[in-house]
């Protein structure tokens, strides 16, 4: 399981920084994604989305949610890969 604080992707104005290495840029590109579908219902449960899991070789889409300790659980129906973000509030994503 991924557990990610988002805030440790970005840089100080608040954005995915463009000098990070392209594996960890993509990643962060996938989690500002899932904060930015998953805050638009707010969701306490995992629902379908349309997201693509970034796992090498899947195609499933990922499911996403609002877990109780507030934080943002995502997880893909075909690989299994999941993960929690945290400090996701007040981001530029955050559309709750």
Avoid: Y
Wanted: net charge negative.
């Amino acid at each position: 399981m991924f557990i990610s604080n988002i805030t440790h992707f970005l840089d100080e104005t608040g954005n995915v920084p463009k000098q990070m290495p392209k594996e960890a840029r993509e990643l962060a590109n996938f989690l500002v994604l899932v904060i930015d579908t998953t805050t638009k219902s707010l969701s306490l449960k995992l629902t379908p989305s349309e997201i693509r899991c970034f796992e090498k070789g899947c195609h499933g889409l990922v499911w996403v949610g609002i877990v109780p300790s507030n934080e943002i659980h995502w997880k893909c129906c075909h690989c299994e890969n999941e993960g929690l973000i945290s400090e996701w509030h007040g981001t530029k994503w955050d559309n709750s």
